[in-house]
């Protein structure tokens, strides 16, 4: 079996969600670090290196702070209602962020170099960028 692939480390995350993880949590990012790394060799295997670490990063925070019980609003949402005593709470959540499942965001996409709309990018662009040019 081949080694895994990472493009960042449970540190950098850590240092962008602005606490320690415990060694659960950094074996879990590990392994979200590294489903990432797949995800993102799918989509933007030519994607520059800085531009694949981020991107992890990005797509691990999103499931980690969601389960850090810390935030008052869930990562991901896009509409919530709040009340207090009638203890009333509803979170619209967006992008798969509700199954707790790595995505690519549309920040993700532009950052690897890939458009934004389902069908972004052509293989007739490839054959478009190997042709000679006219004369």
Do not use: H
Request: a negative charge; glycine letters at 12%; proline letters at 5%.
């Amino acid at each position: 079996m081949a080694e895994a692939v990472s493009y960042a480390t449970p540190a950098d995350v850590e240092a962008r969600l602005g606490r320690t993880f415990t060694p659960s949590e950094a074996a879990r990012c590990e392994l979200l670090l590294q489903d990432a790394a797949v995800i993102i060799d799918a989509f933007a295997p030519d994607a520059s290196d800085g531009a694949k670490s981020v991107v992890s990063c990005r797509m691990a925070e999103r499931i980690l702070a969601a389960g850090s019980g810390g935030a008052a609003v869930p990562v991901g949402a896009t509409q919530g209602t709040m009340s207090a005593l009638g203890y009333s709470q509803s979170w619209t959540v967006g992008n798969g962020g509700s199954s707790g499942e790595l995505y690519l965001s549309r920040l993700d996409k532009r950052l690897l170099g890939l458009g934004d709309v389902i069908g972004s990018r052509s293989p007739v662009e490839d054959l478009a960028a190997k042709a000679p040019p006219e004369v």
